[in-house]
């Protein structure tokens, strides 16, 4: 499964270079996945899905106008077919007639919802839940649109008798939906390859790794498409109404799915879903209750989307979460995280009897450093500073911006002398900072050791009192408490 988006890539890429067969393939592909709902029609221009509705819509959202007459062309030839199929006494013209009345109905409010779509995605930085949502919303309103008028279309055209529509338009306009969520997404993402300069690239906003599946993939394909089996089989054995709500359960593997895999195979996983539910309900003789399983189809893959923008939520609150804790300057801790961090450690050595020392230092004349060279420059001197600093210390401490040029560092399980030495060193890399010629960079410390009835302030207090007693002992040193 991994090489299957590939393969399709490297044949859409060999016809991509010729107009003509680019729009011959998609030509070919719209007669085909019609073929596809005609396989599981239950009425009359009403099938349990209907694919190519997807397929117009992710052609507009991707080619844009460019692919309008290649989709004219389709649904008059289409219309033709029907009127053999279904035997209509209407003439060549005539049925070409309804072929184009068709074709605007149909492309028309796909278009609409196509192109807004799109400037919903490229309008401000792209964000994939409100994107997902615009979907979802834009496919049911224009899939109700496209439904209204392709019915009127039948109707003028005398493919439809009018007492029909009462009965038709529902699961017609359901069929449709499910078309479009279902198919969409995994179409758009497969046209994006075919066509050069597509309106709106995938691989833009998602990544690259959206073509990527797990090694897993295939196994998660086989559970679920097993789950579904067992779920219709349930529903022809049992042959009652209730049993058939048991595949609304897939939605439980599709969430898995899609939370733990590329967003081109969970729209896969969704397209082979609801392409074998289809299937089952023709096949298991499950027309009675085929209303259900088309609300399923909707449900699922909606539910499946949803959960594609789990993984961008929990990436964006990680996101906050690291700004909210780092300092956007000097890229430590930030004086809320350092506090958080230093009480949750100085409890933790209290409970244990484990040492803990806190040392607090800021840069010496600072304020002379933004006067003569400017705040940039003394912007460059904490920048320089904390990676010095950072270099000295362990994995386990803490640093953190207390405010202005002021530091602090938590240092468990350390004694006093360690955590001198460790201040010492850090002064001594301050002199190899080189800024300017006649800028030298050096910072005094005061340290303090933790006692038993510490807590953040009382500890802070002490080392900032052996800070205060270094600049006064000449700067550039460390004086403890």
Known sequence: MPYFYHTLSELTRRVSGSVLWRNLLLFLLWLAVWMLGLLVEYTEHASVWFPAAGLTFAALFIGGVRVMPVLVAACVCITYWAGHYYQLNLSFWQLTQAGLLFAIAHILPYYVGARLLRHIALGTVFNLPLFVISFLVIAALA??????????ALVISGMLPLAEVSRTWLPFWVGDMAGVIVIAPLFASLLSALYP????????????????????????LLLNISLLSLAMLLAWYADTPESAFAI????????????????????????LS??????????????????????AINV?????????????????????KLVASTDSLTQVASREHLQQRASLEISRSLEQHQALCLMVFDIDHFKQINDKYGHSKGDEVLQQACLAAQQMLRPTD?????????????????????????????????KHITLDEQLTVSASFGVAALKADDNFRSLFERADTALYRAKQQGRSQVAWH
């Open 143 to 152: 899939a109700l649109l496209a439904t209204a008028l392709v019915i009127c």
């Open 300 to 320: 699922i893959a909606a539910n499946a989307l949803f959960a594609l923008a789990v993984p961008s939520l929990t990436a964006a609150n990680q996101q906050l």
């Open 274 to 295: 609801s392409f074998v539910i289809a299937l089952l309900v023709n096949l298991l003789a499950l027309m009675d209750y085929v209303m259900v399983y088309q609300f």
């Open 398 to 430: 803490v640093i953190g911006r207390y405010g202005g040029d002021e530091f602090v560092v938590i240092l468990p399980h350390t004694e006093q002398d360690v955590v001198v030495a460790i201040g010492q060193r850090i002064i001594e890399r301050l």
């Open 197 to 220: 300069a597509p309106k709106f690239v995938l691989d833009n906003v998602l990544g690259p790794q959206q073509r990527i599946a797990s090694n897993q993939f295939k196994y998660k």
């Open 248 to 271: 609304f359960f897939l939605v439980i593997p599709h969430m898995w799915i899609a939370s733990t895999e590329a967003p081109f195979y969970n729209a896969v996983s969704v397209a």
